[in-house]
Every structure is written in C-alpha cells, then in structure tokens.
T-cell receptor, first 112, second 116 residues
Framework: ELKVEQNPLFLSMQEGKNYTIYCNYS?????LYWYRQDPGKSLESLFV?????AVKQEGRLMASLDTKARLSTLHITAAVHDLSATYFC????????????FGEGTQLTVNP | DGGITQSPKYLFRKEGQNVTLSCEQN?????MYWYRQDPGQGLRLIYY???????QKGDIAEGYSVSREKKESFPLTVTSAQKNPTAFYLC???????????????FGPGTRLTVL
C-alpha cells in the first residue's frame, strides 16, 4: 500500500523567512504533484514533477523530486502572507490504475 | 470558459436520505474523480472513471455510488448507507492517460454536505 507522508503538518513562519516542506512516499514513483488549497476552497495545481531530479519554480515556491530517495521538497523563499494555505503533495505510481494518493497536507501560516 | 462545475455548493441532508452531487466538466477530459475531505485532513478517493460507462472504486467507496453515462458528467450519490457523510466533496478531471498513469487533475469548487 502506497503511503505518502508530509512534514511538517503545521508550519508557522514569519514573513521574509525561508522554509522547506517535505513529502516522502513509500513506493517507487516518477510522477509527483503539488497542490495548494486556501481555506474553504478547492485545490489549485502548482507543479508536476515528471522525472528524477526535476525542479520547477514559480515565484517564491520551488519544488524538486528525488525518486531514488522517494522524496519531494517544496521550498519557500522569503515568505509572504499570501502564501498562507495548505499544501498537498500527491503521488502517481504505475500500478495505481490512473489515480493519485495524497499526503495529509501542510498547513502554512505566514505571519507579518 | 472551460472548467469543472459542482452543484450545489452547500447541501443539507436528513438522516436516511440519499442525495446526489453533480459534477460537470467541459474540458473534454476522459478521466473524472470524486474525493472526500474531512476537516484538517487530506483527500480520500471515493470513485474514479477513466472512460464513459466504466468506473472503479477508490479507497472509501462504501455508502456511495456513481454513474458515467456521458463524458462530461460524473454524479455522485451519497446513500443512507454512508453513516458519516458530513464532509467536503471535491470532483476532479484529467486528460486521457496512458496505461497506468494519470495527468494533472483539475478540481471543481466543491460541495459541502452536512447531515442534520
């Protein structure tokens, strides 16, 4: 059974600081997604990482994938309040039959 | 505008009633999905469909049923057999996948179901 674990689950940080969210998964995969969810809202796609060593960046967010370590990271640079949200990683494995398994989510709060 | 619509936005159900949640997409996506989200938790897959007239159970299918008669529509029925249905329900769709793979899933705005 595929397990996807994120840490931390809760993250409170100050504006201007840097931090990293980690996503570990238990079965070989070469395809991983990051989503953002604002309170009471739906999920918004942020990144898709399709191969080992893939790195994607958008604004203050940068995501990477290490398939050998079964690890993805979402790095936040110089956080701003607008980044406050819950971030989910989701993993696709070949034997899953066209479905994703989501992590529990990391609730990020950026304080002034 | 292309996108995914869900209705209603809020739904209240009495115990013992069946209710149906609507999900429609005009993205021409082949695959569609239903997820349940409980407060402070991640998403759990209820059912998914890769093609019209075919669907598969996800991790928590008990107490739910679906149909996929049209490519653009994937309604979810929450039956009285689902003992704790109060949750946020999200529908998603994605482009046709290669065997065993999935493409980026795009989500609808969600339906918040409350049992009275």
């Amino acid at each position: 059974e595929l397990k996807v674990e994120q840490n931390p689950l809760f993250l409170s940080m100050q504006e201007g600081k840097n931090y990293t969210i980690y996503c570990n998964y238990s079965t070989t995969s070469d395809r991983l997604y990051w989503y953002r969810q604002d309170p009471g809202k739906s999920l918004e796609s942020l990144f898709v990482l399709l191969s080992n060593g893939a790195v994607k960046q958008e604004g203050r967010l940068m995501a990477s994938l290490d398939t050998k370590a079964r690890l993805s990271t979402l790095h936040i640079t110089a956080a701003v309040h607008d980044l406050s949200a819950t971030y989910f990683c989701a993993v696709d494995i070949k034997t899953s039959g066209s479905r994703l398994t989501f992590g529990e989510g990391t609730q990020l709060t950026v304080n002034p | 505008d292309g996108g995914i619509t869900q209705s209603p936005k809020y739904l209240f159900r009495k115990e013992g009633q069946n209710v149906t949640l609507s999900c429609e997409q005009n993205l021409n996506h082949d695959a569609m999905y239903w997820y349940r989200q409980d407060p402070g938790q991640g998403l759990r897959l209820i059912y998914y469909s890769q093609i019209v007239n075919d669907f598969q159970k996800g991790d928590i299918a008990e107490g739910y049923s679906v149909s996929r008669e049209k490519k653009e529509s994937f309604p979810l029925t929450v039956t009285s057999a689902q003992k704790n249905p109060t949750a946020f329900y999200l529908c998603a769709s994605s482009r046709h996948t290669l065997a065993g793979r999935t493409d980026t899933q795009y989500f609808g705005p969600g339906t918040r179901l409350t049992v009275l």
